[in-house]
């Protein structure tokens, strides 16, 4: 697996992981309170076995507004070279990926929510949707997943995995598949 990096500038350490070279472009945000590189294999199997590049993003230490976390994400992205990708994350790394597709929606594909925060940002016209829900999933429930695609409910779909909030540490192999089913669909 791709060692995990820092990216630090003006004093701000973010961890990042960086693999694969495939045309499908997904950068994933973990979510936040994990020290961890929790999404790292998920991250693998997608560049190892379905051809994926992958950006792993994490959270700079400290404090810091949802704006100034996707302004880190855009830095990020901008400094390992993707113009565009679909844009996901996990509990409040999806978040962070709403409100960035919805500040640059030229800059997404699409957007991944690996379960999904009871917040209200709207999604950006035109982004497809993939929500990856844990079935017992009590931090970010499903009634959060099916009150978003009601309103997108002509571009979004919920795929379920058996578990809770940790679906993709618990179960990476079987979130890697439904994403790159999803993705990689042609």
Request: proline share 5%.
């Amino acid at each position: 697996m791709t060692d995990t990096q820092t990216f630090e500038p003006d004093g701000r350490a973010i961890l990042f992981g960086d693999e694969g070279e495939g045309p499908v472009k997904l950068v994933l945000i973990q979510e936040a309170g994990f020290t961890a590189d929790v999404l790292s294999v998920v991250s693998h199997y997608l560049a190892e076995e379905a051809g994926f590049h992958v950006l792993r993003i994490g959270h700079r230490a400290g404090d810091a507004t949802l704006d100034e976390r996707v302004q880190d994400a855009i830095d990020i992205i901008d400094a390992a070279g993707l113009e565009d990708a679909w844009i996901g994350g996990h509990g409040f790394g999806g978040t962070i990926a709403r409100a960035l597709v919805a500040a640059h929606p030229e800059r997404a594909n699409g957007l991944l929510l690996l379960g999904v925060e009871d917040v209200d940002i709207p999604v950006a016209p035109a982004i497809p949707v993939l929500i990856v829900q844990g079935t017992d999933d009590t931090v970010t429930p499903a009634a959060n997943a099916e009150r978003l695609q009601a309103t997108v409910p002509d571009r979004s779909s919920i795929k379920t995995i058996a578990g809770d909030h940790l679906f993709p540490v618990h179960h990476p192999i079987d979130t890697g598949f439904i994403i790159e089913e999803y993705l990689d669909w042609d």
